[in-house]
């Protein structure tokens, strides 16, 4: 019998949850409110800590009128030591994220050796030191992250430098220590990007500049109400499973692909849709709670948790924040989720694809664009006129889905993410974007030079009040839009969500930082676009009137009317309808990949300042060889699982049969039942035991492909297809085999014990 897998089974249904020991005060657990932030290195703290004029230089720096001078980083750098030391701290470290989807530390001690003399002879003596430069800039050996071919390995130089923009923190270790993070940014010795965060700013830049260029033409001069600065919002919708960690550890798929590459859906799964917003069970709460409150502490505003679809499958969201810091707390939230459940006996699993047959997990990333007086810019609002400025905003943003949709897959694209696009529960390879039936007849009707009827459009808003002063019938009349009243639709990969846009194909397990990068950059592009439209259609007059901006609307509106998509996304008929209108479907991710070089996306980029060629290109190479990496790691656990241990339980279970058929004969009994199970084994065995060799041949012969696109390509379409065969004949036997001889936990035992 398999021992390992009954034992382990049966621990882990004998879990309790963890005691989680909550901060109290008076007797009672602290609010979330006065925990919030607490290890977290706030503004507020620096001004604090710091002499004024340092603190008001730090402040400027901020805003991009000057660079950080040695004074300033000195002293911040003291401040930020006293501060952490007091927490515990013996160590800092800078945090970045090179291109391997995860962060990167180095911790460096306080630790100075000081020597001085006395009487003649030298004393050495212990100090904590962490100076300015330290907190600016560190080299960490560079030559082992991905750098696409930027970089050759003998001039590894790449350097870490302070992204004052995000501020830093503690990470509390072992027995009462803790190390100071510094978030920063990863760039070669030339400047080049070697990392997600770097293009993630220039990006925010990008479109932040060009934004508020698009302001300063409609909104009226010399008026207090006046925008100063744009900066894009981001809140990202995590799931993720949550499974018992024991069990994992006898998932060799598991551990090293972070899916199941075989194993077959038991009788109930998600069809009874009970899983959904039910109770979350209490092992797992125990665990999310202690995950919130160090979130908390970190100054990660989590607002949500709940169970998802599947089974075992749970959602956390924070309240969105600017999209540059939303980025550092999603990446922590991952870390601390990850660390959390271990204490928990838990396993958290990222990947977007790790179960077959049932929902995988996405990142929906919620955007959105504020100004610095607190305005949602793609804010519909109650009011009309400003329904135009958000007229402006939403059709650009159209524009930008129309002409680099492609990028935007791209974006998205993974090994994983292929698992779950497509698979009808997550959008297909078709970019569209989806606007709900009120804000479509607005379009329509602009478009058409009419008034909104919502009535005539089937809409009975009767509580809409119009209110305000009725604008030029020659123009249009622009009802309120109330953001409450959009409609949903799960099925868009790009659909508008009342007062933002949510990008729901994004990976679970991706950053956010490329995809909202290319997303910022495209937009950028677009309002560029815009702002020249109305730049000249005002001509000589100080600002644009709202007819003017009317004018350019409805040319936008005419220009994206391709792109707009309110149906079933995951239908057959909208598969057609796209082609028919020239949007492409990608499926794969080889395919997706390419488009990154595509002559307008790439000019677009450039052009933005977002990537140069070089950069571009080695975050394709890098991409592309991830994914062959990643599928040939699959199969090569694959070959390993189906001939250690599938294979050998099928013949050691034939291997019973055949002895009791035999031992039947000897009592006299001629016709065994076990020999007609064996007869119905031996074609599947044979099968499997063929095509496990076939696909270790395969990947024999691949390891001479050096061409990396080649391979990819071949990964995608031979590798993955072999696999799937494979997976069903060892599902086959996973529901033949005697279960006492399985040696997998069944995913009723992943789903079930936690
Ligand atoms: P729903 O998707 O059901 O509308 P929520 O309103 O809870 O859900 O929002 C989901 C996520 O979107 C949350 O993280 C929320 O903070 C975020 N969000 C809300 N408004 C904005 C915005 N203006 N910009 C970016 N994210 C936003
Ligand atoms: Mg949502």
Redesign the pocket.
């Known amino acids: 019998a398999h021992q390992a897998r009954i034992n382990t089974v049966v621990e882990s249904l004998t879990r309790g949850p963890r005691n989680v020991v909550f901060p109290q005060k008076n007797g009672q657990v602290q609010p979330v409110s006065e925990i919030f932030g607490q290890n977290v290195f706030t503004r507020s703290e620096m001004a604090k800590m710091l002499p004024k004029p340092v603190y008001k230089t730090f402040i400027q720096t901020l805003k991009g009128k000057s660079k950080i001078d040695k004074v300033t980083a000195d002293a911040i750098a003291h401040a930020a030591k006293v501060w952490s030391i007091e927490r515990g701290a013996t160590h800092f470290t800078h945090w970045f994220q090179p291109l391997n989807d995860s962060t990167a530390e180095k911790h460096d001690s306080f630790l100075t050796l000081k020597s001085s003399f006395v009487d003649g002879s030298e004393v050495v003596s212990a100090i904590d030191t962490f100076s300015g430069s330290q907190l600016l800039q560190s080299e960490p050996d560079a030559s082992s992250f991905p750098s696409g071919g930027m970089r050759s390995t003998f001039e590894a130089r790449g350097y870490t430098v302070w992204d004052t923009k995000s501020p830093m923190f503690i990470q509390e270790g072992p027995h009462g220590t803790s190390v100071l993070y510094i978030p920063s940014v990863f760039i070669s010795y030339n400047g080049q990007a070697l990392d997600e965060k770097s293009v993630l700013l220039r990006s925010s830049e990008a479109l932040e500049k060009v934004a508020l260029e698009l302001l300063n033409v409609i909104e009226p001069k010399d008026s207090d109400s006046r925008s100063n600065l744009v900066y894009t919002?981001?809140?990202?919708?995590q799931e993720y499973f949550l499974i018992d960690r024991s069990l994992y550890t006898l998932r060799p798929d598991l551990k090293i692909t972070g899916r199941t590459l075989i194993g077959g859906l038991p009788p109930r799964h998600q069809q009874l849709e009970d899983h959904y917003f039910g109770k979350i069970p209490t092992r797992v709460l125990s665990a999310i709670s202690e995950c919130e409150l160090e979130l908390a502490k970190l100054g990660v505003p989590i607002?949500?948790r709940h169970n998802e679809v599947a089974p075992a499958q749970f959602e956390v969201?924070?309240?969105?924040e600017e999209a540059l810091l939303a980025v550092d707390h999603n990446l922590l939230t991952m870390d601390v989720l990850h660390r959390v459940a271990h204490r928990h006996k838990l396993k958290v699993l990222f990947h977007e694809k790790p179960f077959q047959g049932v929902n995988g997990s996405g990142k929906?990333c919620?955007?959105?664009m504020?100004t610095d007086k607190g305005e949602?810019l793609?804010?519909p609002s109650s009011n009309p006129e400003t329904n135009y400025r958000f007229l402006l905003f939403l059709v650009a943003t159209l524009k930008a889905v129309l002409d680099h949709g492609d990028l935007l897959r791209a974006g998205i694209a993974s090994a994983s993410n292929d698992h779950r696009l497509g698979a009808q529960e997550a959008p297909p390879g078709i970019i569209s974007a989806f606007l709900g039936s009120q804000l479509t007849e607005v379009l329509d009707a602009v478009e058409e030079g009419r008034e909104v009827n919502y009535q005539a459009a089937g809409l009975d808003f009767q509580h809409v009040r119009v209110k305000g002063t009725v604008l030029d019938l020659k123009v249009a009349n622009l009802p309120p839009i109330s953001r409450d009243l959009t409609d949903r639709n799960r099925t868009s990969p790009f659909a508008f969500?009342?007062?933002?846009f949510?990008f729901r194909a994004v990976g679970s397990k991706q950053s956010p930082s490329f995809p909202m990068t290319l997303l910022n950059s495209a937009v950028a592009k677009t309002l560029t676009e815009v702002l020249a439209d109305l730049n000249q259609v005002k001509g000589d007059k100080p600002v644009a009137s709202e007819e003017d901006q009317l004018q350019v609307i409805r040319k936008y509106i005419k220009l994206t009317k391709a792109v707009r998509f309110e149906g079933d996304n995951y239908s057959d008929e909208w598969v057609q309808e796209a082609e028919k209108r020239g949007l492409v479907n990608i499926k794969k991710s080889p395919d997706a990949f390419a488009r990154l070089l595509r002559k307008e996306n790439k000019d677009m980029l450039k052009e933005m300042g977002v990537f140069s060629e070089a950069e571009l290109d080695s975050r394709y190479h890098i991409l592309v060889e991830k994914y062959a990496k990643d599928v040939t790691i699959e199969a090569q656990t694959m070959i390993t699982m189906i001939i250690q241990q599938v294979l050998p339980a099928a013949y050691e279970y034939r291997r019973n049969l055949a002895e009791s058929a035999s031992f039947m004969k000897t009592v006299g009994v001629e016709s065994s039942p076990e020999v007609d199970l064996l007869n119905e084994l031996t074609p599947i065995v044979s099968s499997l035991q063929k095509d496990i060799t076939a696909l270790k041949y395969l990947m024999v012969e691949l390891l001479d492909v050096e061409d990396i696109v080649k391979l990819a390509d071949r990964c995608c379409n031979e590798v993955l297809p072999k696999m799937q065969v494979i997976r069903e004949l060892a599902d086959k036997l996973e529901r033949n085999v005697a279960d006492k001889l399985w040696p997998l936990p069944k995913y009723t035992e992943l789903f079930l014990n936690i």
Do not use: M, Q, R, Y
């Not at 919002?233 to 919708?237: A, D, F, R, S």
């Not at 969201?317 to 969105?320: N, Y």
């Open positions: 919002t981001l809140g990202t919708e607002k949500t969201a924070p309240i969105f929906h919620n955007w959105s504020s949602n793609l804010d969500t009342g007062n933002k949510e």
